[in-house]
């Protein structure tokens, strides 16, 4: 590509709006636009980046024997009513009525559509298993679309499903997806860690999500860095402690905590470390009728140590609290407590709730809580000889560094990552609620065991960009740079030679089959290295006047902190060989 | 490929809603799959197929200097209001309202979209000309969606648009993508013709459509066998006869033709050549007040020869029609011609109008037309001697089959053909609206002179078949076929040999970067040549024991009547010779 053919637009300021660094260059790049809030066109420099990430997951999914195929944008609502999604899923499924006033939905996912396909499709055992997969255009009607591609409404994504004749062929398929995930990963060389991840009502481990690498991630990825163990804050087992509970050395005593709410406000006032606290969550469930009206409820007290986080995902497995539960309102606090917030603890309390104490705390003495009494707490609090042990003991916390790892294989550390693929094992969640069943070995009708595996391709860019980039501008991986090689001529209008030299190389490059870009813009040698080092092109060939008379030219990767000379006969294989694709 | 890791679903029946054999014949060969009314999943058959669309499209554009973007498929509507095509589209323009009851389209094309890229991008005179291109889903609710992918909603569309300094070079841009549209439709591999087509109020004849010929096609395609002329039927010029008015040589006789309401029964009844006779038609013009409120109408009487058709183009391009035209109501009829419609004339009408008779009618002598008497017509009508000369003479009419070619070179013929592709100029009609303009040479703001270009990337596989199939199935070009070869081994489970010889033919077209397909299914011979021809793969290899015993196959081509045998050794030489890929 010579850049003349080209659309090259970059701008020196980011978006007001743009928060993120991704966002950022992206925007200053001119790969994507903005069009209304999370719409984006993806430009000209942009759009390359997609369709290379794109292939290098067509190819992947290929080889792994998935099938491609393309489900439609607009789907009529009739499917997603059998799932009851229509109604369930909140305002980010984008609903629509056609000019017959028919509803109809843009495709968010389409675990519906591709079971639809399967139940007329795959009639019998024989035909399985069979995986099918799509590269398309989705939309989720995001509150508060952000962060670019990172967080748009309108985005690509590559999303397979397969379908399976028993859990144990699911779980194959599962695996056999989760291995190309690593191949297509590591193939856009970026560093990134699979994860296990909840996998909800269905359980097992067979949920693992694929994050890239980036402290500016949303999430918090939990890894052992002695060994292969790595899983997402909501999965990570906090275990429960080795040691005894320590015997009681202190005396239990009111402690006068005038305006101090927190635990850290406590620990701060009495001079003690934040560990010795105990923080008191009040939760509720509630039992309902046929006619959905609450007959019941219950109120819990959820006892986490001062300097830990509750861990949602983890509570709502408690046995009585995985039916569903709520934070307890004020009048049940005061019901149960006669206490407002701040100063709540297991002692003293005016009616019965179930105590839950997190793994932690049950093992703990002489620790500190609420008096259920406005502007007090109690030290020296212990099991037993001041209250009855807890109704269940859980791992309900989030883990922290340092935490031992659950393989025992060391202490866990704690990083920031962008998820940018997930593979799940679905089991028959929908092939059961579609009632989508195959002819099976015996004879009989059998629910398909489904699997599905997404890729965020649009977000992908983004996510390599929070990886990789400096002050100058993007550093792309060369898998899934726009170019992976620019030959910068300079005053290639005023010499002949430096024309005839950059054509030269520009067309050895193309016959190997190198993705290789010719500016020939004739911009001054200072904007143009700015603009290569803000689209962050890996590879960088200056040809100079000067250069040329001593027989040489200049390389530089976009990493190195200065250009290396190169003779001019050698430049071709000097290049090919630092060449990661 | 191998056929047991694809997905593989033929029909013996098609669909009772397919109403064309393209519709009926990509559903049995398991291509498409309906989901709703002109919403279909492109199954991996027939995605295969739409790629190798792609494929092609993109090569072409790339080469001719069009670059690649992409643009949401969900477009804020506040760009389709500032060219007020939000309010004038009708329901096939799909609207929509966000969680935050904000409107959006889905777009059924992206002039607004890409005229704003361009008014902020091409801020100079020095960047034109561009050419920026997608290759999108488009959503258009047809009232009344058929014919499977040829009228559905959601499609695939290639839409390309031209942005130039002036119109000089916007022809030149036009005239570009006319040459790369050539090749396109070259490499696909079908009978097509490039027509011109109505340009509209922009005038000129840069509007061209590419029809596919098919007997089948919805429109008619006018050209000439003896040169290059080709138009559609709206465009095709109707010219002027050479020779003169012949003299009256019959007397003005009024003739009753009780019940004979049109020219064809009253030509039957009289005896005459339906060539004499002159129908009526009623039109009429409104002016409107600035409050939309219709202050006065004109009434008009075209004059068409009885074996003529109207066509509403060319009457839209006639002095004082060109405002908008409607037909009469009942009452502006009789109120002008005492009559009802049937007998209407331009004789001894009761109130004047304005008479339009076509360049044929203008030099007609003796003629027949209705007397606006119930039951009458009159004979030997003459201009000038019986009525005045018609106030206009205008080609309102259209063409027929040997009727002169307007390049002078012959007469011209008639086909049917499948509009699969449009270049356009559009000139400012776009850029005005959004005031998109750049800075031009001379310092000055300039609108952008834009052409728009498009091809259906869906509809043309539809298009495909219904130019080329027999009634075993699709016989598709190998540039766009599913699969270019097939081979089919008989009894591969039972025979090492076929096994062998299967898998080594197929390893010698794979490395060639053949796409070929090994049919592994083990199906009975019958069935899987009945798929493949319905599929409608070029070219098939058969492989049998019976033939290996003899060190021959067989190689069949889609349209060849039957197998031919080849040595072993010869195979692949045999096929690549007939490749046209």
Redesign the interface.
């Known amino acids: 590509m010579k850049a003349s ?3 090259i ?1 970059t701008l020196k300021e980011a978006p007001a709006d743009a928060e993120v660094v991704s966002h950022q260059l992206m925007t200053r790049a001119g790969m994507i ?1 903005k ?2 809030a999370g ?6 420099m942009g ?1 390359r980046v ?1 369709r290379k990430v794109e292939a290098i997951v067509r190819e992947e999914m290929n080889r792994a ?1 998935a ?10 609502a009739e499917l997603w009513q059998e799932t009851g999604r229509f109604e369930k899923m909140g ?2 499924l ?1 609903r ?1 009525q ?2 017959h006033a028919r509803d ?1 939905v ?1 495709q968010p996912t389409s675990e519906e ?1 591709v079971t ?2 399967a139940r ?2 795959f009639r019998s055992y024989k035909q399985l298993p ?1 995986n ?1 997969y799509q590269i398309q ?1 989705k ?1 989720r ?1 995001e ?1 508060r679309p952000r962060f670019g591609l990172m967080r748009g ?2 985005f690509i994504m590559k999303d397979a499903y397969s379908f399976d004749r028993d859990p144990e062929a699911a779980k194959a398929s599962y695996q056999v997806m989760a291995a190309a995930y690593r191949r297509i990963f590591d193939r856009f060389g970026l560093r990134y860690r699979a994860v296990a991840a909840d996998s909800g009502a269905i359980g097992g481990d067979l949920s693992e999500e694929f994050q890239v690498i980036a402290a500016t991630g949303e999430d918090a990825i939990v890894y052992c860095p002695n060994s292969e163990y790595a899983a997402n804050m909501e999965k990570a087992e906090a275990l429960a402690p080795t040691h005894a509970r320590p015997a009681a050395t202190q005396p239990q005593t009111l402690t006068p905590t005038p305006g101090k709410a927190t635990c850290g406000e406590v620990a701060e006032l009495l001079g003690v470390d934040l560990s010795t606290t105990v923080k008191s969550l009040v939760l509720a469930t509630d039992e309902v009728n046929d006619q959905g009206e609450i007959v019941k409820s219950q109120v819990w007290l959820l006892l986490l140590r001062g300097d830990h986080d509750m861990n949602e995902i983890k509570v709502g497995k408690v046995p009585g609290l995985d039916v569903g539960f709520r934070f307890a309102t004020l009048s049940e606090i005061e019901e149960h407590f006669g206490c407002k917030p701040g100063y709540l603890g297991p002692l003293n309390m005016k009616k019965p709730v179930r105590i839950v104490a997190d793994r932690e705390v049950a093992l703990m003495a002489d620790w500190i809580c609420g008096a259920n009494q406005i502007d007090h707490h109690i030290t020296g609090v212990n099991w037993g000889r001041d209250l009855p042990e807890p109704d269940l003991v859980a791992d309900i916390r989030n883990v922290v560094a340092g935490d031992k790892s659950p393989d025992g294989k060391g202490e866990l550390a704690i990083e920031r990552g962008i998820e940018i693929g997930h593979v799940f094992y679905l089991g028959t969640k929908y092939s059961k609620a579609m009632n989508a069943t195959f002819l099976a070995e015996d004879g009989k009708p059998a629910f398909f065991e489904m699997g599905c595996y997404g890729i965020g391709v649009t977000r992908l860019p983004a996510a390599a960009i929070e990886q990789n980039h400096d002050e100058r501008g993007i550093i792309w991986p060369d898998a899934i740079a726009p170019f992976t090689v620019v030959i910068c001529p300079i005053g290639m209008d005023r010499s002949e030679e430096v024309k005839a030299a950059a054509e030269k190389l520009y067309a050895e490059f193309l016959a190997a089959g190198v993705d290789v870009l010719l500016d020939d813009r004739g911009e001054r040698p200072g904007a143009m290295f700015a603009d290569w080092e803000l689209i962050g092109v890996p590879h960088r060939v200056v040809i100079s006047d000067r250069g040329l008379k001593e027989g040489q030219l200049e390389y530089q990767g976009r990493r190195d902190t200065a250009a290396t000379k190169v003779a001019v006969g050698d430049v071709f294989a000097h290049v090919k060989e630092r060449l990661k694709v």
């Open positions: 053919q080209f659309l637009s636009k069009l209304g719409i984006y066109n993806y430009m000209p759009l997609i024997g099938v491609e195929c393309a489900m439609p944008v607009v789907q009529p305002p980010e984008l629509i056609d000019r109809f843009i559509v639809d396909i007329q499709e069979k099918l255009t939309f009607d509150r409404r309108e």
